[in-house]
């Protein structure tokens, strides 16, 4: 069975910096893409970033280009997100999600989520 | 940006009914990589459908997508009580992926 446990969220002050993890277990991690998507009330869903089975390709959306930054580590099977220079409007749940595939851009498998608080 | 519009925003419904619902996209979805995810309240989103009619792994197939180019629908032939919930489209064919603002599809 596919799991996919986040953490590392909470409430942080503009400016500010965290990472998230995912920690997956019940497939072999090493071979699927991954994803960082996060949700809001008002905006819904947001794909936020993506990385390819080895982490030799990296894309992410524009609002976060510059600022957060996705990486793995398929010898711990788990997936981060670094995210710096905090602003009220990342505040949403962050999901990880699996791919379908070694280079798929398919999500099929999503976590519970962490949610992240932005406020001063 | 490929913006996906999604109609009804809400569709009031009785259990045994059918469920039709829309997901337009501003231009040409590539390769036809248009997915579907249902999300109850409290859990995370769950995959329905991909590649616009492919239903995903243990999916029933009450539930079934169709379409092409800009314009798919996601049907429910006969809605069963688990059903109540949201709908997102999604497009994955081209960055930025993006989804579409969801249907609710509620119990009338």
């Known amino acids: 069975e596919v799991q996919l446990v986040e953490s590392g969220g909470g409430l942080f002050k503009p400016g500010g910096s965290l990472r998230l993890s995912c920690a997956a277990s019940?497939?072999?991690?090493?071979?699927?893409?991954m994803n960082w998507v996060r949700q809001t009330p008002g905006k819904g869903l947001q794909w936020v970033s993506f990385?390819?089975?080895?982490?030799?390709?990296?894309d992410s959306a524009g609002s976060v280009r510059g600022r957060f930054t996705i990486s793995r580590d398929n010898a711990k099977n788990s997936l981060y997100l670094q995210m710096n220079n905090l602003r009220a409007e990342d505040t949403a749940v962050y999901y990880c999600?699996?791919?379908?595939?070694?280079?798929?851009?398919?999500?099929?498998?999503w976590g519970q989520g962490t949610p992240v608080t932005v406020s001063s | 940006e490929i913006v996906l519009t999604q109609s009804p925003g809400t569709l009031s419904l009785s259990p045994g009914e059918r469920a039709t619902l829309s997901c337009r996209a501003s231009?040409?979805?590539?390769?036809?990589?248009l997915a579907w995810y249902q999300q109850k309240a409290g859990q995370a989103p769950r995959l329905l459908i991909y590649?616009?009619?492919r239903r995903a792994t243990g999916i029933p197939d009450r539930f079934s997508g169709s379409g092409s180019g800009t314009d798919f629908t996601l049907t429910i032939s006969r809605l069963e009580p688990e059903d109540f919930a949201v709908y997102y489209c999604?497009?994955?064919?081209?960055?930025?992926?993006?989804f579409g603002q969801g249907t609710k599809v509620e119990i009338k």
């Open positions: 999604h497009h994955y064919g081209s960055s930025p992926r993006t």
């Open positions: 019940g497939f072999n991690f090493s071979a699927y893409t």
């Open positions: 590649e616009v009619s």
């Open positions: 999600a699996k791919g379908g595939g070694s280079n798929s851009w398919l999500i099929d498998y």
């Open positions: 231009q040409s979805v590539t390769s036809s990589y």
């Open positions: 990385i390819t089975s080895s982490g030799n390709y990296i």
